[in-house]
C-alpha cells in the first residue's frame, strides 16, 4: 500500500510523505481499518452508530460522539473537541465496527462525557494545521538544546501539535524521574505555546520513530504491531538460541518482539521431550543434556567426568533410560544406543530437476586461463608447421642472395656511401 505522495520520483528514488505514516491520503498508515460491513445495509429501524474512530498523529487514535449527524466516511479531516481549543484529525473508522473497537478498548460508548466532533474540517483549519505540522521538527530540536543546557537525563523523542496551533505535547523517555518544570517555562517562554509532557516508553518510542530491523524489513511495531506484550530471557531459551544481548536485542534496546511470535509452536513441541535438566545414571557415570535439536529430534548427552564427548540419542531412547533409572537399574553406557544412531542410515532427500529447468549461470560464458591460451596457440602452431618452414626457407634464400658479392646493387651502394665518408670533413 503506499499514497501519491510516498510514490518514487521521476528518477526512481523514493519520495516518502515525511510524515512517519500519518500522510493526508491514509494509504500507508499502519493504522487504516478495513470496514469490511460497509457494504451492508443497516436493518429496517435501525438508526447507525452515533460514535466514530479518529486518529491523529502517530498511533493516537481516540473515539468521538457525532451528535451533529454529520455524513462521516473514512479519509474525512474532521475537527474535534479538546481539553481546550480543538484539534484535527482523520475519520478511520465509521458505524457498528466502532461499537466493537471500543469492547475492546474497554470504552463505554454510552459515556455522557465521550468528546464531541464538531464539524468537517474547512481549508483554513487545514491550513493552520500544516503550518503547526512543519514547525515540529524546529522545535523538537530546540527543546532538546534546551534540556542539554539544563542538564536533564531526558530524550525528546517526538512533538505533537494540537490542530489549533494553541498546544504542543512533547514525548520524552527517562531511565529515572525528571524534573522538568524548569524546562517547561523555558520552553513555554521561547516558543509562546502552552507545552505538555508525556513520559512513553523505550518501545513506544521505537514505534513512533520507525527503523530498519535486523532482519531488513522495517520495524513489526511501526508497521503493524498495535500491542506490546512483555518479552523474557526465557523465551529465547525454549527456541535454543545464544543469550547474547546484542542479537537479542531490538532498536529499542529492548528483547526483540519476534521471540513471542513463534514461541507456543517451540513449547508445543517440547512436550514430546524430557526435561532440559535431565540426568542419567550409568555404569559409566552420570550423564547430562548438553543439548536439543527439535527439528532432527535428538538430544546429546555427555558424562561428567568427560564433558567434551558428546553422545546423540533419541527421545524414545532417553525415555528408556528414564524408566530404567525409575527401577533403580543402570545402564551400561550411553554408547550402546548412540552406536545404533550412527549405524542407521538417515534418508537423504535428492532434489531431481523434474521441471527441466536449466542453471541460472547457463548464459555465463566460462573465463578461459592464460594458461590453456598459450596451450591453444602451441598446437595451432604445430598443426600448421609445414607451411611455415617452407617460408622460412625461402626467407633465408632471399637473405642469402642479398649478400651474395656478386650482386651489383649491394656493390653501387656500398660505393656511394664509401665516396660519401671521404667528402665529409673530420670535425663534422
Given at each position: 500500500?503506499?499514497?501519491?505522495s510516498?510514490?518514487?520520483g521521476?528518477?526512481?528514488q523514493?519520495?516518502?510523505?515525511?510524515?512517519?505514516?500519518?500522510?493526508?491520503?491514509d494509504?500507508c498508515?499502519?493504522?487504516?481499518?478495513?470496514?469490511?460491513?460497509?457494504?451492508?445495509?443497516?436493518?429496517?429501524?435501525?438508526?447507525p452508530?452515533?460514535c466514530v474512530?479518529?486518529?491523529?498523529?502517530?498511533?493516537r487514535?481516540?473515539?468521538?460522539?457525532?451528535?451533529e449527524?454529520?455524513?462521516?466516511?473514512?479519509?474525512?479531516?474532521?475537527g474535534?473537541?479538546?481539553?481546550?481549543?480543538?484539534?484535527?484529525?482523520?475519520?478511520?473508522?465509521?458505524?457498528?465496527?466502532?461499537k466493537?473497537?471500543?469492547?475492546?478498548?474497554?470504552?463505554?460508548?454510552?459515556?455522557?462525557?465521550?468528546?464531541k466532533?464538531?464539524?468537517?474540517?474547512?481549508?483554513?483549519?487545514?491550513?493552520?494545521?500544516?503550518?503547526?505540522?512543519?514547525r515540529?521538527?524546529?522545535i523538537k530540536?530546540?527543546?532538546?538544546?534546551?534540556?542539554?543546557i539544563?542538564k536533564?537525563?531526558?530524550k525528546?523523542?517526538?512533538?505533537?501539535f494540537?490542530?489549533?496551533?494553541?498546544k504542543?505535547t512533547?514525548y520524552?523517555?527517562?531511565?529515572?524521574?525528571?524534573?522538568?518544570?524548569?524546562?517547561?517555562?523555558?520552553?513555554?517562554?521561547?516558543?509562546?505555546?502552552?507545552?505538555e509532557?508525556r513520559q512513553?516508553?523505550?518501545?513506544?518510542?521505537?514505534?513512533?520513530?520507525?527503523?530498519i530491523?535486523?532482519?531488513?524489513?522495517?520495524?513489526?511495531?511501526?508497521?503493524?504491531?498495535?500491542?506490546f506484550r512483555?518479552?523474557s530471557?526465557?523465551?529465547a531459551?525454549y527456541?535454543?538460541?545464544?543469550?547474547?544481548?546484542?542479537?537479542l536485542a531490538?532498536?529499542?534496546?529492548?528483547l526483540?518482539c519476534?521471540?513471542?511470535?513463534?514461541?507456543?509452536?517451540?513449547?508445543?513441541?517440547?512436550k514430546?521431550?524430557?526435561?532440559?535438566?535431565?540426568?542419567l545414571?550409568?555404569?559409566?557415570?552420570?550423564?547430562?543434556c548438553?543439548?536439543?535439536?527439535?527439528?532432527k529430534?535428538?538430544l546429546?548427552f555427555?558424562?561428567k567426568?568427560?564433558p567434551?564427548?558428546?553422545?546423540?540419542?533419541?527421545?524414545?531412547?532417553?525415555?528408556?533410560?528414564?524408566?530404567?533409572?525409575?527401577?533403580?537399574?543402570?545402564?551400561?553406557s550411553l554408547e550402546?544406543?548412540?552406536?545404533?544412531n550412527?549405524?542407521?542410515?538417515?534418508?537423504?532427500?535428492v532434489?531431481?530437476?523434474?521441471?527441466?529447468?536449466?542453471?541460472?549461470?547457463?548464459f555465463?560464458?566460462?573465463k578461459?586461463?592464460?594458461?590453456?591460451r598459450?596451450?591453444?596457440?602451441?598446437?595451432?602452431?604445430?598443426?600448421?608447421?609445414?607451411?611455415n618452414n617452407?617460408?622460412?626457407?625461402?626467407?633465408?634464400n632471399?637473405?642469402?642472395?642479398?649478400?651474395?658479392?656478386?650482386?651489383k646493387?649491394?656493390?653501387g651502394?656500398?660505393?656511394?656511401n664509401?665516396n660519401?665518408?671521404?667528402r665529409?670533413?673530420?670535425?663534422?
Amino acid at each position: 500500500m503506499g499514497c501519491s505522495s510516498c510514490s518514487t520520483g521521476k528518477d526512481g528514488q523514493p519520495r516518502g510523505c515525511k510524515n512517519n505514516g500519518t500522510c493526508g491520503t491514509d494509504g500507508c498508515n499502519k493504522l487504516t481499518v478495513f470496514d469490511w460491513l460497509s457494504n451492508m445495509s443497516l436493518p429496517n429501524g435501525e438508526k447507525p452508530f452515533d460514535c466514530v474512530e479518529v486518529r491523529f498523529k502517530n498511533s493516537r487514535k481516540e473515539f468521538f460522539r457525532n451528535t451533529e449527524n454529520l455524513s462521516l466516511s473514512i479519509g474525512d479531516i474532521v475537527g474535534t473537541q479538546s481539553k481546550s481549543g480543538h484539534d484535527i484529525g482523520m475519520v478511520t473508522l465509521t458505524g457498528e465496527l466502532v461499537k466493537v473497537q471500543m469492547k475492546r478498548k474497554k470504552v463505554d460508548f454510552n459515556d455522557a462525557e465521550l468528546p464531541k466532533v464538531y464539524r468537517k474540517a474547512s481549508q483554513k483549519d487545514i491550513d493552520t494545521w500544516q503550518k503547526c505540522r512543519d514547525r515540529e521538527e524546529e522545535i523538537k530540536k530546540r527543546a532538546r538544546e534546551i534540556a542539554i543546557i539544563l542538564k536533564l537525563q531526558m530524550k525528546i523523542s517526538d512533538v505533537e501539535f494540537q490542530g489549533d496551533g494553541s498546544k504542543a505535547t512533547f514525548y520524552y523517555t527517562a531511565e529515572e524521574r525528571v524534573d522538568f518544570r524548569q524546562l517547561i517555562k523555558d520552553m513555554a517562554k521561547a516558543f509562546g505555546i502552552r507545552i505538555e509532557m508525556r513520559q512513553i516508553g523505550y518501545r513506544q518510542e521505537a514505534q513512533r520513530l520507525g527503523g530498519i530491523g535486523s532482519c531488513g524489513r522495517e520495524l513489526c511495531c511501526s508497521t503493524w504491531l498495535t500491542d506490546f506484550r512483555s518479552v523474557s530471557t526465557s523465551a529465547a531459551r525454549y527456541q535454543q538460541l545464544s543469550l547474547n544481548p546484542q542479537k537479542l536485542a531490538g532498536q529499542c534496546g529492548k528483547l526483540k518482539c519476534c521471540l513471542n511470535y513463534e514461541l507456543d509452536v517451540y513449547i508445543d513441541a517440547l512436550k514430546d521431550f524430557p526435561a532440559q535438566d535431565t540426568k542419567l545414571f550409568t555404569e559409566k557415570g552420570l550423564a547430562f543434556c548438553q543439548k536439543t535439536d527439535i527439528f532432527k529430534e535428538k538430544l546429546w548427552f555427555s558424562y561428567k567426568d568427560d564433558p567434551a564427548n558428546w553422545h546423540v540419542l533419541s527421545p524414545e531412547q532417553v525415555k528408556e533410560i528414564l524408566e530404567k533409572n525409575k527401577k533403580k537399574e543402570k545402564v551400561a553406557s550411553l554408547e550402546e544406543y548412540a552406536v545404533e544412531n550412527l549405524v542407521e542410515i538417515e534418508e537423504r532427500v535428492v532434489f531431481e530437476n523434474v521441471v527441466g529447468q536449466d542453471s541460472l549461470t547457463r548464459f555465463d560464458k566460462p573465463k578461459r586461463s592464460k594458461n590453456s591460451r598459450n596451450r591453444n596457440r602451441n598446437k595451432k602452431r604445430k598443426a600448421s608447421g609445414g607451411g611455415n618452414n617452407q617460408r622460412q626457407g625461402q626467407n633465408k634464400n632471399r637473405n642469402q642472395g642479398n649478400q651474395k658479392p656478386g650482386n651489383k646493387k649491394n656493390q653501387g651502394n656500398k660505393n656511394k656511401n664509401a665516396n660519401r665518408s671521404k667528402r665529409r670533413p673530420k670535425n663534422a
